[in-house]
């Protein structure tokens, strides 16, 4: 699993206003491995469905995952006859691997991909892309697993993927219904900065993205689907089972220890420039006060048990320190991560210093009981003993929560502040010789061009040798005239770093705006 920081946290989404120029709003990936037969039925398809019902420019990129038959010669006949089409050759198989590097090259701002035997219905392709253009989600997949979806497939790989399913609900507490599904979206500016985390190359690519995507709160959107089981299908049942379930072992344990960045990829709240001042939506009182008691329980049973283990060896006010400096550990740092939310290591040991004096004030309500006790029975019995301690635990564990959230983990509401937002060049989806001088820095949005091919100019280059997916290297440090200066403040202090991102820091369209720097 992938623990590299990321490029930064991602702005608000805006919606992506509608208009002319030069680029593609969507781009589709296919990716293949020796589909000689069903790889031109497929993109004669796609591209007349395309044409016929999608209002923006588009681009159809087929990747070849080192084919070995003549998958190869077929991409690029396509691609000759078609001004859309464009062919991708990667000499390492892997579906993942495919989608990662087409889509950290491509300059469209809505990438998407689906499968080769076109398993699932086209009408569901304007509906799966266009919040993502609207600025409502920041992923998109179909489903075939929800209520309205119409599913055509036999009964044993009805029952694998209705258990994978489960088994992701279970083991990562997954709330999206379809992980498999081979039609998904995600906009490039939430790609740039989540691709770097996923590291499956393979078909558990799709999981890995969509977990990491919701545990970092980003909104995953899902379409109903009409699907169909395609009978020659490639895929080996048990090997892809095998490796997924790997992967969710991995992933798992990545989010278990907090290894993920995930506060990387958050969004803000409010999209609307108005609420930017609304740092992050806030921690309920009653949610954590849920999870402080479940947290709580656990600890109590632990401490319990550590007492009347400890209780053999020695005396009742060491038995009781020891096991309440041994739980007093566990105990913040459970709460840590599941009651406050506090991920990765930053902290952690200030965090523990606190704790550690919430458990000295604990330890003084404890072993103040015990002393009563013992100085009002010479000799108590052990279940008297540990009913003084429980109710003691108990006013201890009401301290201990106050003390929490008001100085261990305060509620600080500055988890993300945009200072500033200035854009250096309005040049960002321009079309060549477009007026430049418009007060707002994005020109709006492509439609479908006329049917002429684009000039040598226009058209979209692949690097030869893609750069390594992990490589985020690629999305910093950026000179280019497209560049946004943005300064971040995380939990009151200044970031280390200035981001860039060239594509998706869209202004929303208002015709009262004077000044694109106005957030007011």
């Known amino acids: 699993m992938r623990t590299d920081s990321s490029p930064g946290t991602l702005p608000a989404r805006e919606h992506l206003p509608a208009g002319d120029a030069g680029t593609p709003v969507l781009d589709v990936v296919i990716p293949v491995y020796n589909e000689e037969k069903d790889l031109q039925p497929c993109v004669l398809r796609l591209h007349d469905h395309l044409k016929r019902t999608f209002p923006y420019a588009f681009r159809i990129t ?44 491509s300059d469209a ?36 697993l929800a209520r309205s979806s119409r599913v055509v497939r036999g009964a044993k790989r009805e029952f694998i993927s209705r258990s994978y399913n489960l088994i992701l ?16 979206a995600i ?17 558990f690519f799709d999981t890995e993205m969509l977990v990491i995507a919701e545990r970092a ?8 689907v009409d699907w169909v089981d395609d009978p020659d299908s ?40 108005r609420d930017r001042d609304i740092q992050d939506v806030p921690k309920g009182l009653a949610r954590q006060l849920v999870g402080f008691c479940f947290v709580g329980g656990l600890s109590t049973l632990f401490y319990l048990l550590l007492y009347s283990v400890f209780r053999q060896f020695g005396g009742s006010q060491t038995a009781n320190a020891l096991a309440l400096l041994v739980s007093a550990v566990a105990n913040t740092a459970a ?19 606190q704790g550690l004096v919430v458990f000295g004030i604990g330890l003084a309500l404890t072993s103040g009981s015990l002393a009563a006790l013992n100085a009002a029975s010479a000799d108590p019995a052990h279940s008297t003993e540990l009913a003084v301690l429980i109710a ?20 600080k509401r500055e988890s993300t502040v945009v200072a500033s937002h200035t854009p250096s060049s309005p040049t960002c989806f321009a079309a060549p010789g477009a007026d430049r001088s418009h007060p707002h820095p994005h020109p709006p949005l492509p439609q479908r061009p006329t049917a002429q091919a684009p000039t040598q100019a226009q058209a979209p280059q692949y690097a030869t040798a893609p750069r390594s997916p992990y490589d985020t290297t690629q999305f910093e440090n950026r000179s280019d005239t497209n560049r946004f200066d943005t300064t971040q403040f995380r939990a009151g202090e200044a970031a280390d770093r200035t981001r860039g991102d060239a594509t998706m820091h869209l202004q929303p369209v208002r015709p009262t705006d004077t000044d694109p720097r106005d957030f007011r």
């Open 62 to 105: 087929i990747a070849d995952n080192a084919s070995t038959d003549t998958t190869p010669q077929v991409s690029a006949r396509l691609e000759a006859e078609i001004p859309q089409v464009r062919a991708f050759r990667l000499e390492q198989k892997g579906r993942g691997r495919a989608l990662r590097t087409v889509w950290s090259s």
């Open 392 to 411: 003691a635990n108990l006013a201890a564990t009401v301290l201990r929560f106050l003390l929490f959230r008001a100085w261990v983990f305060p509620d």
């Open 335 to 353: 709460n840590r991560r599941l009651t406050f939310g506090v991920r990765g290591s930053g902290g952690a040991v200030r965090h523990q210093a």
């Open 187 to 203: 906009r490039r500016d939430v790609a740039q900065v989540l691709l770097p985390l996923v590291e499956d190359s393979g078909w």
């Open 109 to 144: 701002p809505i990438l998407a991909y689906m499968d080769v035997d076109l398993s699932t219905d086209l009408n569901a392709l304007l509906p799966l892309v266009a919040p993502l253009i609207s600025g409502h989600s920041d992923l998109a997949i179909g489903s075939r």
């Open 234 to 273: 490639t895929v080996h049942i048990v090997k892809t089972a095998t490796e997924d379930l790997k992967g969710v072992w991995r992933v798992g344990k990545a989010l278990a220890t907090g290894s993920l960045p995930l506060d990387r990829i958050t969004r803000p709240f409010g999209d609307d420039p």
């Open 217 to 224: 709160g980003l909104r995953i959107h899902e379409v109903p």
């Open 169 to 184: 609900r279970g083991s990562l507490q997954a709330r999206f219904s379809d992980a498999q599904c081979g039609f998904k």
